[in-house]
Each structure stands twice: as C-alpha cells, then as structure tokens.
C-alpha cells in the first residue's frame, strides 16, 4: 500500500526557512512524479510546486517562485520542500502528492491526483 508521510513542519519566524521532507514508500518512486500542495487557514488546497520522476522540470506557483526549491533523492525515496524567506501568508498545512503525471500535479484536478500525505502544519509568525 502506497504511503506518502511528510515531516518538518513547524513554528518559524517571517523571514526563516524550513525544510519539508515527504518520505514515500509502497510505490515505484522514481516512476512519480513528486508535487507539494498546502491549505491555508479557511481556504481551498493549492499548488505549490512540482519536480518530475527524474528530478528535472521544477514547476513553481507564482507565490512561492524563488523562495522555494523542490529537490528529489529517488535512492531515499524521498522528497523535499526547502522554504526561504518565509512570510506569515506561507501559513497552511503542506501535503505531498505523488502522480505518474507531473501535469496532473501542476494543472490537473487534485481529485485526479494518485497519492496524497496527510500534511504537516508550518505556521510563519513573530
């Protein structure tokens, strides 16, 4: 059974960084490719940002765009999400995903996604 267990959230200060790291097991990882979405307080689910099976084609949302970087170990079966620059607006909860896909991921409807995780909070607050 496909599990998708994220790890790394937490309390940081505006201005911070934080690491996120999704650990993947129960699929062929380096088949996925590997997206972060997050949920902020009283709001729908939205992209974040997605990297393909090989750990090429970073695909960014506009509001993370040079603050965040995606990066893959596919030896690890692992996934990571690094947060720089972190505003208070980068409050949600941050799941990982995973699809055969990676344009299901960046534009497809999230009900078509295969995998989920069940997040991790990170709060951004002084």
């Known amino acids: 059974q496909a599990q998708l267990v994220e790890s790394g959230g937490g309390l940081e200060q505006p201005g911070g960084s934080l690491r996120l790291s999704c650990a993947a097991s129960?699929?062929?990882?380096?088949?996925?490719?590997m997206g972060w979405f997050r949920q902020p307080p009283g709001k729908e689910r939205e992209f974040v940002g997605s990297?393909?099976?090989?750990?090429?084609?970073?695909y960014y949302a506009d509001s993370v765009k040079g603050r965040f970087t995606i990066s893959r170990d596919n030896a690890k079966n692992t996934v990571y999400l690094q947060m720089n620059s972190l505003k208070p607006e980068d409050t949600a909860v941050y799941y990982c995903?995973?699809?055969?896909?990676?344009?299901?991921?960046?534009?497809?409807?999230?009900?078509?996604?295969?995998?989920w995780g069940r997040g991790t909070q990170v709060t951004v607050s002084s």
């Open positions: 129960g699929l062929g990882f380096s088949a996925y490719a």
């Open positions: 995903a995973a699809d055969l896909e990676s344009w299901t991921l960046v534009s497809g409807p999230q009900a078509s996604v295969r995998y």
């Open positions: 990297i393909n099976s090989r750990g090429g084609r970073p």
